[in-house]
């Protein structure tokens, strides 16, 4: 497998140079995730311009991400404005000739995508997520690129049965899923056993992971149940397990280390790539 990074890169992709690859591969990265914040505006000039970039200093495009309005809002003018930014960044994604283009599920709570709200199981929410999903993954075919929807306890797709009952329902080849276990601890029995709860991920979703997220989680000491985020290494996420699986059921994809400020990275990076080879992992390109 390989190892990528979700940072080191600047919120303008137009200002990325020769040095922010160069700093990428010092850091011990062979790929990195663009982020377009806004990607309606993203050209294909400017997109071919980045490609190069990244070409010539040897860093893949491990990610296409993009900020866009939820694909299952209540307002049909917000979702199709969803729809639209996503179908766009397809063409982006070819241009750029990134691994995937990242999906995000959402949610029914204005507040955020990534909030909890009781109309996120509703099967009504869910057929409108399969809608989107299928006009997103008709632009997806024709523009030969991968898109890879991730999960979150507090979001629609909350477990990994309703990702895969999702990828089913939505019925196109270049709809995968991106492993991210962290985003799965709902319970204190999950926090506490992350080794079986990383198996369940991959005997269900195996045969659909494309890519990878890196990050950890603690419990914290308060009333009812708090989990907050940590850099990889610092927490309770049994890495080995999660590497060891994901490189069973793909071997040349790419885990990114993310949710870290750049000063973190490298400490999350040595322990995760540490993890890695302790757990007999054949890192790639490094």
Same mark, same amino acid.
């Given at each position: 497998?390989y190892?990528?990074?979700?940072?080191?890169?600047?919120?303008?992709?137009?200002?990325v =140079?020769?040095a922010?690859?160069a700093?990428?591969r010092?850091h011990?990265f062979?790929?990195?995730?663009?982020?377009?914040?806004e990607?309606?505006?993203? =050209?294909?000039e400017?997109?071919?311009?980045?490609?190069?970039?990244?070409e010539?200093g040897?860093?893949d495009p491990?990610?296409?991400v993009a900020?866009?309005?939820?694909?299952?809002a209540?307002?049909?003018?917000?979702?199709?404005?969803?729809?639209? =930014?996503m @179908?766009?960044?397809?063409r982006?994604?070819q241009?750029?000739?990134?691994g995937?283009?990242?999906v995000?599920?959402?949610?029914?709570?204005?507040?955020g995508s990534?909030y909890?709200?009781?109309d996120?199981?509703?099967?009504?929410?869910?057929?409108?997520?399969?809608?989107?999903?299928? @006009?997103?993954?008709?632009a997806?075919?024709?523009?030969?690129?991968m898109?890879?929807?991730?999960?979150?306890?507090?979001?629609?797709?909350?477990?990994?049965?309703r990702?895969?009952?999702?990828i089913e329902?939505?019925?196109?080849p270049?709809?995968?899923?991106n492993?991210?276990?962290?985003?799965?601890?709902s319970?204190?029995?999950?926090a506490?056993?992350?080794?079986e709860?990383?198996d369940?991920?991959f005997?269900m979703?195996?045969?659909?992971?494309?890519?990878?997220?890196?990050?950890?989680?603690?419990?914290?000491d308060?009333?009812?149940?708090h989990?907050e985020?940590v850099?990889?290494?610092?927490?309770?996420?049994?890495?080995?397990?999660?590497l060891?699986?994901?490189?069973?059921?793909?071997?040349?994809g790419?885990?990114?280390i993310?949710h870290l400020p750049?000063?973190k990275?490298?400490?999350a990076?040595?322990?995760?790539?540490?993890?890695?080879?302790?757990?007999?992992?054949?890192?790639k390109g490094?």
């Open positions: 497998m190892l990528g990074v979700q940072g080191l890169m600047p919120d303008d992709l137009g200002e =140079t020769e922010t690859m700093r990428i010092e011990g062979t790929g990195v995730a663009a982020r377009y914040f990607p309606l505006s993203a =050209t294909r400017s997109v071919t311009q980045l490609r190069y970039i990244m010539a040897g860093v491990c990610q296409a900020a866009h309005p939820d694909l299952l209540l307002s049909p003018e917000v979702r199709s404005e969803g729809v639209r =930014t @179908q766009h960044m397809c982006v994604t241009w750029l000739g990134a995937n283009l990242y995000r599920p959402g949610s029914r709570n204005p507040a990534w909890p709200h009781p996120n199981f509703t099967d009504e929410a869910f057929s409108t997520l399969v809608d989107s999903l299928r @006009q997103v993954c008709a997806a075919e024709e523009h030969g690129v898109l890879a929807v991730e999960g979150h306890t507090l979001s629609i797709l909350d477990t990994p049965e990702i895969r009952d999702l329902a939505v019925g196109s270049t709809l995968r899923f492993a991210d276990p962290v985003n799965f601890v319970s204190l029995r999950e506490y056993a992350t080794t709860m990383i369940r991920l005997d979703l195996g045969v659909y992971t494309i890519c990878g997220h890196a990050k950890d989680f603690f419990v914290e308060r009333l009812v149940l989990l985020e850099a990889v290494g610092e927490g309770l996420l049994d890495q080995a397990t999660f060891r699986r994901f490189e069973e059921c793909c071997p040349d790419y885990v990114q993310e750049d000063d990275i490298p400490a990076r040595e322990s995760l790539f540490n993890t890695g080879v302790a757990a007999d992992i054949a890192w490094l």
